[in-house]
């Protein structure tokens, strides 16, 4: 039992195999978009959802997409992540999983037609909404929870 | 108005000052510890507290220590981000704040000392605690609301 009066349960962390990880983000939701920006690491809340096994987020911040996220190199893609969790400091428990891949951007019609209605859209009026899919070559997670 | 019949109020988004950022911080909890890593773009839940304006946060997992976050140079540190946001996605509002600046471990018993019982400590039995310290040198936010 742990010595704090306040949390007499143990935890354990456990790590999610990937079936378990992609289970976890197939409800889709709140997320973060990971990656290495023109300031240093940034992670900007997301909404996304999974489609066949690759994850397909929605944003819209000018900020972002005009400078960030892009290689410069046609067909060269830009490392990203997807991170998602769902934590209760209070009870001590939760998971994160976090999948690690390219971005692709969806730039064509065709590419972005499946997604346009699909609860990624921009809250605010006025910008473009912009839609990236990411394939995980990594997805990794664990779980905190009472022994 | 917005054109969805289920989101009929406007939303602006509105960028925070750093004093805002700050006090939004200032409340800790729970956050993300963002760096680039072995694997790429990496985002990990922390929990975090303000102290005289650094960001202190407490974590544990023993994959990220023994090889990420420092430069392997003495003291030239870690660029690192520490992400916080409170995002509502059903009513489409919310917060996020990002901090990045460089790690410092608190690698000595003085430096650990203030923290030591601050609700930074690991929730699982038989690990070391680990602190970091990061001076932010850039704080950026905004907030999405009705309008």
Chains 1, 2 share one sequence.
Not at 1 to 18: G, K, N, T
Not at 19 to 39: D, I, K, M, Q, S
Not at 87 to 104: C, F, K, P, S, Y
Request: hydrophobic share 40%.
């Amino acid at each position: 039992m742990a010595d704090d009066e306040a949390d007499d349960a143990r935890r354990v962390i456990e790590l999610l195999s990937e079936a378990e990880c992609l289970e976890l983000l197939g409800a889709g939701g709140l997320g973060r978009l990971v990656y290495n920006g023109r300031y240093g690491p940034t992670a900007l809340p997301i909404v996304y959802k999974i489609d066949e096994g690759s994850i397909v987020l929605g944003t819209w911040d000018p900020v972002l997409f005009d400078e960030d996220l892009r290689t410069g190199i046609s067909e060269a893609e830009y490392q990203v992540a997807v991170e998602a969790d769902q934590i209760d400091v209070e009870a001590r428990e939760g998971w994160i999983v976090l999948a690690q891949g390219a971005a692709h951007h969806l730039d064509t019609e065709a590419e972005r037609a499946p997604f346009t209605d699909a609860g990624l859209e921009p809250w605010i009026e006025g910008v473009s909404a912009h839609y990236i899919r990411v394939n995980p070559t990594r997805i990794w997670g664990n779980r905190t929870r009472k022994a």
